[in-house]
């Protein structure tokens, strides 16, 4: 017992001494701090600067190549880390050995299990927090008064519960493309006066390539849960980021992808592949002066592709309102607020009523 205790008495001195957070005037552990971008100690207000570097001398996370990729990936997060499962929600978050984790930051459930034996691939880069908890309750409240739908008295009354900080896996990916389509457009013209004309479109067969270079197509990869509130506070600067150091980590969670690259890849091509529809569409009603394109049909060829894998921050809180909870994010590098909030059932029934006697307006006076 005694060599057990001994054992993991100095892994946490390791973990210490890894993480660079010992607060050199009084001995307790820093958090980082958002407003700064460095550490800080809450209890004698130390300050220090994190060197925006890695061991490799990079201050931004390196464009890896997709074909040599190696899928096992680096485990080493700078920092001996644990891995904790909600048996609610089955989100996975990473915590550094010495956090004590009890409960889900996504739904609150206690029911978490640990395990400290999963290897857990490191990010090659981190969004910093540029937003701090206070900052992002003052967010909450200028979005929730912002919404006509909320009842007044919640738009009153609410307040954050205490937030949580947390940076999300995203993959991002550069490739070239080139595209190979075919489509239709059509031109309107005016025929007959009066009641009875009318307009008719003249279609027109076309044919032609595009190219174009697609930098950091952005890819989730986190988990199912709360997926489509997250994506309403995208979009993140993937440019301003650095290269990864457990530092940036200090005092917040980070959860582990649950998608991989290969799938986050594919998904990223379909999210490609629309992108570059909408931009052809738009191409060819500019060239040929026209109204309306359909019968889209394009067969796009990926190459050159790089990728990253980034963490991204983001603040989760929620609040109570007669007796439910509802919970909201905010984008902890640019403040976007997005999530469930009441609504009125009056407020609904009035918006409608108005809607109801504009048209009824508008179809009198164009009778």
């Known amino acids: 017992m005694a060599d057990y205790e001994e054992i993991m008495n100095a892994q946490k001195a390791d973990t210490m001494k890894a993480t660079d957070r010992k607060c050199p005037q009084c001995g307790a552990v820093m958090d980082f701090d958002p407003s700064t971008g460095g550490l800080f100690c809450q209890y004698c207000g130390y300050r220090e600067e994190i060197k925006a570097e890695n061991t490799e001398g990079e201050t931004s996370a390196s464009e890896l190549d997709f074909e040599s990729a190696e899928f096992t990936g680096n485990c080493d997060w700078g920092v001996a880390q644990k891995t904790v499962t909600c048996k609610s929600c089955g989100a996975v978050s990473v915590y550094d050995v010495l956090t004590v984790a009890n409960e889900c930051p996504y739904c609150g459930s206690n029911q978490v299990m640990e395990a400290n034996d999963v290897k857990t691939i490191a990010p090659g880069g981190v969004v910093p927090f540029k937003v701090t908890a206070a900052q992002a309750g003052d967010k909450f409240t200028k979005w929730l008064k912002n919404k006509w739908f909320a009842p007044r008295a919640a738009k009153q009354s609410a307040k954050a519960d205490s937030f949580k900080g947390i940076y999300l896996p995203y993959w991002t990916f550069d490739t ?19 009641d009875k004309q009318r307009t008719v479109t003249d279609w027109h067969r ?123 994010v905010v984008n902890g590098q640019s403040g976007k607020v997005g999530g469930k909030y009441p609504i009125s059932p009056w407020r609904v029934a009035l918006a409608i009523l108005i809607a109801i006697v504009i048209i009824a307006f508008l179809y009198m006076i164009t009778q």
Request: proline residues 2%; contains cysteine.
């Open 176 to 194: 070239d493309t080139y595209t190979e389509y075919t489509a239709e457009y059509g031109i309107d013209r005016t025929e007959g006066s009066g």
């Open 206 to 328: 076309t044919r032609g390539t595009h190219t174009e270079f697609i930098d950091d197509q952005l890819v989730a990869g986190t988990g199912d849960q709360n997926i489509q509130m997250l994506r309403t506070v995208e979009p993140f600067d993937t440019k301003d980021n650095k290269a990864y150091k457990p530092e940036y980590l200090a005092g917040f969670l980070a959860e582990r992808y649950s998608v991989g690259l290969k799938d986050a890849w594919e998904r990223a091509k379909e999210f490609i592949k629309n992108r570059l529809r909408s931009a052809i569409e738009s191409e060819v009603m500019r060239n040929n002066n026209a109204d309306h394109v359909r019968s889209y049909k394009g067969q796009t060829t990926f190459s050159n592709v790089t990728y990253k894998y980034l963490l991204l921050p983001v603040w989760l809180s929620c609040f109570k309102y007669k007796d439910k909870t509802y919970q909201f």
